[in-house]
């Protein structure tokens, strides 16, 4: 599916996105008592394949940075400036930010990753129907997106985030039958 360029796009890559990821998870059992272990592919390089250890911890990655977003539109919305990534965060050390997710929430149960999640991608679906297509695709049409539209930032916090799960828990699934 092509990267959303209007609400209803957006709307529907972000719920269809959801949904799949969702009935992937649901046909996991005996898997999401086995810890994720990529250390013996060597294509999975990036830090995430070894920072996250099972589905709690991918489930609260997305829950956080679903926050990230919630709070800065909710910030710049309400005439307070705010960045994107929290100080001292920028995108060369947003790794760290993540890690600092991760160790927050060691002690989060799975049950409530999965409501916390739930809960901000229907906040999420809620600010995006509050939107207008020029306020979520017109490029510099807030001053604090940047040269970047906001509805880029909604796909890159639903959608893409949720591909990035799913390809990591096909993954895990994948290494745990061979």
Do not use: C
């Not at 269809?16 to 649901?26: A, C, D, G, N, T």
């Not at 008592?33 to 592919?41: S, V």
């Not at 916390?116 to 807030?142: C, G, V």
């Amino acid at each position: 599916m092509a990267r959303a360029k209007t609400k209803s796009e957006l709307l529907l890559t972000a719920e269809l996105k959801f949904e799949k990821m969702w009935q992937l998870i649901e046909t996991m059992s005996e898997e999401l008592t086995i810890p994720f272990d990529f250390k013996n592919d060597l294509k999975k390089k990036e830090a995430h394949w070894n920072r996250d250890k099972n589905l709690r911890d991918v489930l609260s990655h997305l829950y956080e940075w679903h926050m990230l977003l919630i709070n800065w539109v909710n910030q710049n919305q309400s005439g307070h400036a705010a960045t994107f990534l929290p100080t001292p965060y920028n995108w060369k050390t947003y790794g760290q930010m993540n890690i600092g997710f991760w160790e927050k929430h060691q002690e989060t149960s799975l049950e409530s990753a999965e409501k916390m999640l739930k809960a901000t991608h229907k906040d999420i679906i809620e600010m995006i129907n509050s939107l207008e297509d020029d306020e979520l695709f017109e490029k510099e049409h807030f001053r604090w997106t940047g040269t970047t539209s906001l509805g880029s930032y909604f796909v890159s916090a639903t959608a893409s985030h949720y591909d990035w799960a799913i390809k990591k828990l096909k993954a895990h699934l994948k290494a745990t039958k061979v």
